[in-house]
């Protein structure tokens, strides 16, 4: 990637991870000094799953509120004294609206601000010819369901930099890829052509880093013990430059920890193909990246390269079928495993001899854990018995009245079962509809963007496809060790960092080496087939796919239908992967003798 004859630094503060992310993030950076950029992100999965709820109930509603009141409404003059620009995609199924309310806001407080909401990631109307043309959903194979009640294109960064050329200070979108808050503000400050690929990718890969707040920064990391001051964690900061490169680091006197593990982490959080990482805007490829100390509380990163887009954008389709009920009850008391067992069984047969009496049917679907026994780790689990056992039954049925047999029954356990059992544990069970998420392609051409900005309305051009897209390189082969002598094992923990996260129904688990010479040895015992056989007990089938990072010295794991169908629609308690790194970390790892000596208590 060559320098370009320009010594400006853009400053952009990643202020939130999701909906519902600490209010802390934004007073905090707007204090930082030379603040150009306040980015949020708010639209997971499913998130667009209770957006599409909510507007249901309230036509006028479906977008982020949080961001109009709290990141906005209670810090409008700063923003608007300092004139600190904003990105969100805050505006999830309803942009125009958010974009009214905030701009209703400014009005009443007597503050000018120029808001834009981009549009156009609506394909609701597409939904007939998407239908008719067989699309199917490319994470099942299944066919578009027969009632939809959202669809939106994963759209790019370019509207967001129309926007900002057009003289926004917000601007606020509905679906687009996360990292394009970032991206659309660098390519409008930069100039960056559509087509200077290798560019893009440096700037998806700085949204991608910050997309998620404070994980960059110490949250979620590995060696937790060593982040101070959750407290005040600091939220990151991109010093970016020209060429593409960038400084990730936080304001000054806060707490968290900016080291390039904790940046390597989050690199690998969500990520599937590492040398194919397919946004809107670009191909990635995170490959040979480069993460360096660059001073206290500042890693540079570097190295990422980029490819012709596809054709095509995904598309997040939603849509409602069947009911679901969760219940908690506490248990207590000696063999209080065993009575919560005793306790699911006896609930599962008498409301399935309920329901057959009324015709309804068996359960679609149940899941029952023992929270407090590891039963996420399934064989792995080291607790045999316990003396306090949170109850989880989760059921699924096409008929809400069938779950109202289970969610009235739950109350007798509390004087008919176990002794020590508190019923209703977390209040008394909602049954809600099960809204699910559903994911496809549409050509890009289908899909016209537009930004409204006070009284006009401006298109958005999206570069022409590439005929010929640039090939990825080969795929490396990193050396494997062979049978350790005087083999010691020790927890992956010792060797390695480790990040999970989820893509609808795949949860991908990062493991990083802490230090390059402990790779081999991390690869020898991490093949696909005994990372499928570590979690069997949690994946449909064994399908687990492995992938080299080079320049992170890292391996990406990805872990297909091992959540359970994932996001909404899953029935376990961790239905986005977070706590499979955690689990894994715990995998038994042989080494040589003499390394383990070398390195003592191998940095853990």
Known sequence: ?????????????GASAAWGDSTLATPQLLAAPSIDYLVYDYLAETTMAILARQKQKHPDMGYAHDFVTGAIGEHLETIARRGVKLVANA?????????RAIERLARDA??????????????MAEIPALRA???????????????????????????????????????????CVDSAVALGPLAHEFGWAWDDFDRLAQGSLAGHIIECGAQATGGLFTDWDQVPDWDCIGYPILECAADGSFVVTKPEET??????????EQILYELGDPAAYILADVICDFRNLRVETAGTERVRVSGACGRAPTNDYKVSVTYERDFQIEALQMIRGLNAQAKAKKTAEAFLARTRRMMAAKGLGDYAETRVEYLGTESMYGPHGRIKDAREVVLRIAARHPSRAALECLRKELASAGVSMGPGTRGHFGGRPEIRACIRHFATLIPKQKVKLRVLLEDRETPVEVMAPVADPAPRAPEATGVV??????????????????????????????????KPEYLPWIRRALTPEAVGRYFAHLMTGNR???????????????????LAGGGTSSLSSDPLGKSYAQILLDFPVEIPADLAIKHGRLDA
């Open 91 to 99: 505006g999830g199924l309803n942009p125009v609206a958010c974009a």
């Open 481 to 514: 060790a062979g049978p350790p002598e005087k083999p010691v094992t020790v927890p992956l923990l010792r060797l390695a960092h480790a990040r999970s996260g989820d893509k609808g129904n795949t949860s991908n688990i990062g493991v990083i080496a802490r």
């Open 1 to 13: 990637m060559g320098m370009m004859a320009n010594d400006k630094i853009v400053r952009i503060g």
């Open 544 to 562: 687990v796919e492995r992938h080299e990072l080079p320049g992170l010295n890292a391996l990406n794991f990805l872990l297909h239908d091992a």
């Open 133 to 175: 043309v067989g699309a199917r959903c490319f994470e099942t194979g299944e066919p578009l369901p027969g009632s939809v009640l959202s669809a939106n294109a994963y759209t790019g960064a370019a509207g967001i930099a129309r926007a900002l050329a057009l003289g926004a200070q917000v601007v606020v979108t509905g679906r």
């Open 255 to 264: 707490g968290g920890l900016v080291s390039p593990a904790a940046v390597a």
């Open 110 to 123: 007597g503050v000018s601000l120029r808001v834009a909401a981009v549009v156009g990631d609506d394909v």
